[in-house]
């Protein structure tokens, strides 16, 4: 039996694709697979997931999976345990239309939080540029000020393209956002090769239609890796803390010692030094509505 090192690149059902060097297996994965580091908390195989493949007279079998460096999840519906989007990815793409559909900070934020829980660097990006900024404007100062990277790009006219090209080399990274953003159409003006379906908006509802139904993860001709996932219309955050949820928000972590509680919430406290900072418009309180109510999903 030969043993080979591989990258899962796609999920159907039972079967898994795994790119091993330049070429993609189908296989199947052992019963009993042996977790490198301790059985994670969803004992899945994901896409992004190192492999161990043992082959034989056919493609072969998953025998073992390489600890994870990063996973990026969220809470399942009906489900105890958490849905992983992707795993070892090193940046994620957050990808917002300017307008057509409408952007919601609620989910841009949530995005931002499940962001820095996996230690993954976010990278805010703004799609259809050519249609007018919009309220973005004012979305890409509020987040450039809190030390996040925004780009404003344009997949129809190529509009900042390099920027987001730039980023991809020798990484692997992951393109999420709601339904109608423009994922597919950036990623094929990355690289025309991918030949992704593209679809537009619903005529009912206004909002985006899923053209993605499963996350994939592509290799680039100029090295590193993609992964496209289906659009998101809401994001869960798995099991965080109250005190790490402080924390996810830069803005109200910097001002955690100008509270007169050790433990204040910033919610109902008096002298609580973030709510001092709203009322002078420190922080923004668009971003405090978003902390809240994640505060109140905690319990």
Same mark, same amino acid.
Request: charged share 20%; hydrophobic share 35%.
């Given at each position: 039996?030969?043993?080979?090192?591989?990258?899962?690149?796609?999920?159907?059902?039972?079967?898994?694709?795994?790119?091993?060097?330049?070429?993609?297996?189908?296989?199947?994965?052992?019963?009993?697979?042996?977790?490198?580091?301790?059985?994670?908390? @969803?004992?899945? &195989?994901?896409?992004?997931?190192?492999?161990?493949?043992?082959? #034989?007279?056919? $493609?072969?079998?998953? !025998? /073992?999976?390489?600890?994870?460096?990063?996973?990026?999840?969220?809470?399942?519906?009906?489900?105890?345990?958490?849905?992983?989007?992707?795993?070892?990815?090193?940046? @994620?793409?957050? &990808?917002?239309?300017?307008?057509?559909?409408?952007?919601?900070? #609620?989910?841009? $934020?949530?995005?931002? !939080? /499940?962001?820095?829980?996996?230690?993954?660097?976010?990278?805010?990006?703004?799609?259809?540029?050519?249609?007018?900024?919009g309220r973005t404007k004012a979305w890409?100062?509020?987040?450039?000020?809190?030390?996040y990277t925004v780009l404003q790009v344009?997949?129809?006219?190529?509009?900042?393209?390099?920027?987001?090209?730039?980023?991809?080399?020798?990484?692997?990274?992951?393109?999420?956002?709601p339904s109608g953003a423009g994922k597919?159409?950036?990623?094929?003006?990355?690289?025309?090769?991918?030949?992704?379906?593209?679809?537009?908006?619903?005529?009912?509802?206004?909002?985006?239609?899923?053209?993605?139904?499963?996350?994939?993860?592509?290799?680039?001709?100029?090295?590193?890796?993609?992964?496209?996932?289906?659009?998101?219309?809401?994001?869960?955050?798995?099991?965080?803390?109250?005190?790490?949820?402080?924390?996810?928000?830069?803005?109200?972590?910097?001002?955690?010692?100008?509270?007169?509680?050790?433990?204040?919430?910033?919610?109902?406290?008096?002298?609580?030094?973030?709510?001092?900072?709203?009322?002078?418009?420190?922080?923004?309180?668009?971003?405090?509505?978003?902390?809240?109510?994640?505060?109140?999903?905690?319990?």
């Amino acid at each position: 039996m030969e043993l080979i090192d591989g990258t899962v690149i796609a999920r159907h059902g039972s079967l898994i694709r795994v790119q091993v060097e330049n070429r993609p297996l189908l296989v199947t994965a052992r019963r009993n697979l042996t977790w490198e580091g301790g059985t994670p908390e @969803a004992p899945k &195989i994901v896409v992004g997931d190192r492999v161990s493949v043992e082959r #034989g007279t056919s $493609d072969g079998v998953i !025998v /073992a999976v390489r600890e994870r460096s990063s996973c990026l999840m969220r809470k399942a519906i009906a489900s105890p345990q958490p849905q992983i989007l992707a795993a070892n990815i090193d940046q @994620a793409l957050l &990808i917002f239309a300017t307008k057509n559909p409408e952007p919601k900070v #609620g989910l841009l $934020d949530r995005f931002l !939080v /499940a962001s820095h829980l996996a230690g993954i660097t976010p990278v805010i990006t703004f799609n259809k540029i050519d249609q007018g900024e919009g309220r973005t404007k004012a979305w890409t100062k509020l987040y450039s000020g809190l030390g996040y990277t925004v780009l404003q790009v344009s997949a129809r006219s190529s509009w900042g393209l390099g920027q987001v090209k730039r980023l991809l080399p020798n990484r692997t990274t992951l393109f999420c956002g709601p339904s109608g953003a423009g994922k597919s159409s950036l990623l094929n003006a990355v690289y025309p090769g991918f030949k992704l379906r593209v679809g537009g908006l619903s005529e009912a509802t206004g909002k985006g239609k899923h053209t993605t139904t499963r996350a994939e993860l592509m290799p680039l001709p100029f090295g590193g890796f993609v992964v496209d996932t289906p659009g998101l219309k809401e994001f869960g955050i798995w099991e965080i803390t109250s005190e790490a949820l402080q924390h996810a928000f830069p803005e109200i972590s910097e001002n955690l010692g100008n509270c007169h509680f050790s433990n204040c919430s910033h919610v109902h406290e008096p002298k609580c030094g973030v709510k001092d900072a709203i009322e002078t418009g420190l922080i923004d309180r668009g971003r405090y509505r978003s902390y809240c109510q994640l505060l109140e999903e905690i319990g």
